[in-house]
């Protein structure tokens, strides 16, 4: 299993970023798909996930509204759109997928990718 974060960078407050994170070595489309991010001095964190059917995303409440998954299983790649950027989203951002087939929810991930960093300047 391998799952490749990109699309980091820099960018100012209130501007937006996509994120991509390929994955191979298993069936990308049977499995949930999380992202979570790590920012500076604190424990990682969830931001949110998407069902193996790309159906009912859900997210943390701190970029609810803000920030968007997406997937694409025919190119085994999940996105995750992120709007309205403030200085508190700068952190390094990881892709994760279930530890478990078919799941819609879950908290449990097997597998993490190399994480991109996000830097949001105020």
């Known amino acids: 299993v391998q799952l490749q974060a990109s699309g980091g960078g820099l960018v100012q407050a209130e501007g937006s970023l996509r994120l991509s994170c390929a994955a191979s070595g298993f069936t990308f489309s049977s499995y949930l798909m999380g992202w979570f991010r790590q920012c500076p001095g604190k424990e990682r964190e969830f931001v949110g996930a998407?069902?193996?059917?790309?159906?009912?995303?859900y997210y943390a409440d701190s970029v609810k509204g803000r920030f968007t998954i997406s997937r694409d299983n025919a190119k085994n790649t999940v996105y995750l759109q992120m709007n309205s950027l403030k200085a508190e989203d700068t952190a390094v951002y990881y892709c994760a997928r279930a530890s478990a087939r078919f799941s819609s929810w879950t908290t449990e991930y097997a597998y993490w990718g190399q994480g991109t960093l996000v830097t949001v300047s105020s």
């Open positions: 998407i069902t193996w059917t790309g159906g009912d995303p």
